[in-house]
């Protein structure tokens, strides 16, 4: 069996908790590092999942009808063309594993979410990394990038863990644009912070090489039950069918996920309280001399002097009880990823950074 290889600064262990150990002993500890929703998830889901609890003898749906059924109603979609996974993690596995193998090429950015890299190399595939404009997304960089081993293209927008969105032209100009044999997958797991913005759903529906992948672990705050799904042509969710184990959810996600999609009410507080405390907090940290580009998803990204002062910065956020994300692993060993917490904890953020500078 081949060995994957550990990957320098992509944690192997702890990829998404952010190192809760240690600040244990700590009272009061505030996780801000893995985008999760403050507010949890809608009573809706709660209330569906408590119900779908009794049925733990049963096999859970195995086509997710219901879920997709509700995800196309909520959203306009067309339901035989959505695939469910556990998290959007497994959408994109699934697509390294359907499209990429020894010999071919997969792209994602300099600072792209670390899950492409990985299940690239799973896969027996070569990641190739492309680089960023002062962390925005360069579709010219990556069409450079492009060669005939170009199988998948990975773009996350707004993406993680820059916070930063391209304009739905450029994403068009990039899918026109790219190798015949080459999917584009629109990652959307930050779409539904975007008032307005369909995470890429028109640019599916009017091309055949565009592949759009969503989660419930962000917005819809469920990200302990393992909700994600993709959309794209049926040539590729057929493809994408054929990988998937028939029970890759459980009956209590799926029931929690379709309550929350369609609870739109409570998504659109979400929404708004997220932009409310985002533009509090990167104001707050701008004045005490921590820069960050303009977010459009659930976090900021915040700029310190050098990796040195990150560091420092994180090491006393912890005396604080305050857990954020270092990101070194991204290329961006200066900035600190704070995800969007609810206002004491972002009161919080502000109040030690202020005290650490
Ligand atoms: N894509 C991006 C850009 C993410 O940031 C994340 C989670 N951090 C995911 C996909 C995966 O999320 P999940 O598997 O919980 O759906």
């Keep these: 069996m081949t060995m994957i290889e550990p990957q320098p600064g992509i944690m192997q262990i702890d990829l998404y908790q952010g190192g809760a150990a ?36 049963r096999y ?130 930050y779409a539904e912070y975007v008032e307005g913005y369909d995470g890429g759903a028109a640019l599916v529906e009017a091309r055949d090489n565009v592949v759009m992948t969503r989660t419930f672990s962000k917005l819809h705050g469920l990200g302990g039950l393992r909700v994600g799904w993709g959309y794209g042509p049926s040539h590729v969710i057929d493809v994408l069918n054929r990988v998937r184990g028939p029970f890759n959810l459980t009956h209590t996600g799926l029931a929690a996920a379709e309550a929350a999609i369609r609870d739109t009410a409570y998504a659109a507080h979400c929404r708004v309280e997220n932009a409310r405390w985002r533009g509090w907090l990167a104001d707050a940290l701008a004045e005490i001399g921590v820069p960050s580009d303009v977010s459009c998803a659930n976090f900021v990204l915040a700029r310190f002097a050098d990796r040195e002062e990150a560091e420092a910065c994180d090491e006393y956020l912890k005396t604080q009880g305050l857990i954020v994300r270092r990101v070194a692993g991204y290329n961006l060993p200066h900035c600190l990823r704070i995800t969007v917490g609810d206002e004491s904890a972002c009161r919080r953020v502000v109040h030690a950074v202020r005290q650490f500078k």
């Design 60 to 189: 859970p749906s195995s086509d997710h009808a219901a879920l997709r059924g509700a995800i196309a109603d909520v959203l306009g979609l067309e339901a035989a063309r959505i695939i469910c996974g556990a998290g959007s993690d497994e959408i994109i596995a699934f697509l390294c594993q359907a499209y990429a193998g020894p010999g071919d090429e997969v792209i994602h950015t300099e600072h792209g979410f670390a899950m492409y890299r990985i299940s690239a190399l799973a896969a027996g595939a070569t990641p190739v990394e492309v680089p960023e404009r002062e962390r925005v997304t360069d579709v010219d960089a990556i069409l450079a990038a492009c060669t005939e081993a170009t199988r998948l293209v990975f773009v996350a927008n707004p993406n993680n863990p820059t916070g930063t969105m391209i304009g739905s032209g450029e994403i068009a100009r990039l899918a026109e644009n790219l190798p015949p044999r080459a999917l584009l997958v629109l990652d959307g797991a």
């Design 22 to 57: 240690a600040v244990a002993g700590l009272e009061n500890v505030v996780k801000l590092s893995s985008n999760e929703n403050p507010l949890g998830p809608s009573p809706a889901a709660l209330e569906a999942y408590r119900r779908a609890g009794y049925d733990l003898h």
